[in-house]
C-alpha cells in the first residue's frame, strides 16, 4: 500500500512539472512552431515566385532553379536561428559544430563536393544551357537537365548519359547549339566541270534538308589532289538526328553522281611504271632527273 501511495505522488509529481512547463513555456513553444511553420510556407512562396519571375526574364532554366533553391535555403537558415533563439538556445556551438562537419565532410566527399563546385561554375558561367547539343569527354548529346552534381544529356538513340560535372569544367566543349554540321567529300576527276557538280548536288541536298531554320547546305572545292577535285559539303541537321540525317545525305549525293554519270576518282586501281629505254639493245638508261 505504501508502495502504491509512493508511486501515485511520484506520478502527481511528475504531472505538476509538467503542468508548470505548459503553462509557462506552452504558448512560447506553440508561438515557435507557428512561426517556423509559416516561415517555411513564405521562404517557399519566395523562392517558387523568384524562379517564375527569373524565367519571365528569359534567364536560363537551370539558373532560375538554382536562385530560388538558394534563396530558400537562405531563409530557411534564418527561420531556424530565430526559433532557436526564441527557445533561449545559443547557436554558437552549433555554428562550430557544423564547422567541424563540415571540414570532415569535405574531406570524405571529395569528389561529390568537387562536383557540386563545377555544377555551380556550370550553372553561372552557363557554357551551354538545357536544349543545346554538346561534345564533352568524347560523348555528345542534347542537355536534358543540369543539376549540382551531374548534367544529364539525351543521345541520338535516346539513351541518357550522366556526365559528372567535374569532367566537364575545364574540359573542351563543342557546343553547336541546336544542331550539328554533317560533313562529307569526294573526290572526281579534273576533267569534270566542277561548277556543274556544286549545282548538282545542292539540289539534291535541298530536297532532303528542308528546315528553314538552319543555314543553307554548302558545297564547293574542298581541296585538290592527284589528277583530281576533292568536292566538300557541310549540312546543318537537328543534333539528335546526326547519323540518321547523314546516311540521308550521302545517300542523296551518291545518287545524284550516278544519275548524272559523274564517277568517283579511283586511288590505287592502277600501278605506274617507269619505262626501260632502249629495251633489248643494251643497258637501260636511268630515266631523266626532272
Known sequence: MEKVNENIETVSVW???????????????LGAVVFLLIGLLVAN???????????????????????????KAVLIVILIIITLGNFGVSIAPLIALA??????????????????????AIILTRPFVIGNVITVQ?????????TLGITFLTGEDGEQIAVPNKEIVGQVIVNSMEVRIVESNFCVAA????KQIVKL???AL?????DENTPQPQVGIQDFTYGGLVIGTRVWVPGLQYFEDRYVINAAIYDCLQENGIELMKFGGTSLALPRLNEGTGPAKPPPIL
Not at 535541298?206 to 528542308?210: M, R
Open 15 to 29: 504531472i505538476e512539472i509538467v503542468t508548470d512547463f505548459a503553462v509557462e513555456y506552452g504558448f512560447q513553444i
Open 45 to 71: 512562396w519566395i523562392g517558387n515566385k523568384l524562379i517564375g519571375l527569373a524565367q519571365a526574364k528569359n534567364i536560363d532554366v537551370t539558373l532560375s532553379q538554382f536562385l530560388g533553391s538558394v534563396v
Open 99 to 120: 564547422g567541424a562537419v563540415t571540414f570532415g565532410a569535405t574531406l570524405a566527399l571529395q569528389g561529390p563536393i568537387s562536383n557540386f563546385g563545377a555544377g555551380i
Open 138 to 146: 568524347g560523348v555528345s548529346g542534347v542537355v536534358d537537365r543540369i
Open 191 to 194: 576533267d569534270v566541270d566542277p
Open 201 to 203: 548536288v545542292q539540289k
Open 206 to 210: 535541298a530536297k532532303v534538308v528542308v
